[in-house]
């Protein structure tokens, strides 16, 4: 079982020093420090959680507005695109994980 703990951590180790997780890290550090951007991305979320406890158009319309003028930013987008990337990649391995264990309690009939 030690063995299997120790692949597994190589496998996050090598994810972590991985250019596309770096330049994800990279990328939302960036993002982070830009402090209109974070501004907007604040305002999106306290407005989301006034828009789920009530249905007011003006403030599901403000959302929309924030949404549009967040994505205008291509710190922004870059952003997301390498998220979408990293999410890939982290979905790819954890269908692999799934496959493997299906296959190991499957029953061979």
Not at 21 to 41: G, P, R, T, W
Not at 49 to 55: R, S
């Amino acid at each position: 079982m030690d063995d299997i703990a120790l692949n597994i951590d190589n496998l996050f180790d090598s994810f972590e020093n991985s250019k596309l997780y770096k330049d994800f890290v990279n990328a939302k550090k960036q993002l982070e420090s830009n402090e209109e951007i974070m501004n907007i991305i604040t305002r999106i979320k306290r407005l989301q959680k006034i828009a789920t406890n009530n249905k007011d158009e003006m403030v599901e319309k403000e959302i929309r507005d924030l949404y549009k003028k967040l994505e205008s930013y291509p710190l922004y987008q870059s952003y997301l695109i390498i998220k979408d990337l990293v999410q890939d990649e982290l979905f790819g391995v954890k269908e692999q994980f799934d496959s493997y264990f299906k296959e190991i309690l499957s029953l061979d009939a």
